[in-house]
């Protein structure tokens, strides 16, 4: 979609100390392109449908 790519992960924990929530979490991730190079991201991820944490961050691709 232009400059906008989007993510979506399943994964497990390998070890995790907090039980209530389980071991399984989903993240969906919007990243958009500035250049070839450069990119902001933007994500949420969540376990079994309740949201945990918004993420975001800048990268670069080599």
Do not use: C, V
């Not at 400059?3 to 907090?18: K, S, V």
């Not at 990243?31 to 993420?55: C, I, N, Q, W």
């Amino acid at each position: 979609m232009g400059n906008w790519d989007g993510y979506f992960q399943m994964g497990m924990y390998t070890y995790n100390r907090y039980k209530e929530d389980g071991n399984i979490y989903n993240r969906l991730l919007l990243r958009y392109a500035f250049t070839k190079k450069a990119y902001a991201s933007f994500g949420l991820k969540s376990h079994f449908g309740k949201a945990d944490y918004f993420e975001w961050g800048l990268g670069l691709k080599f």
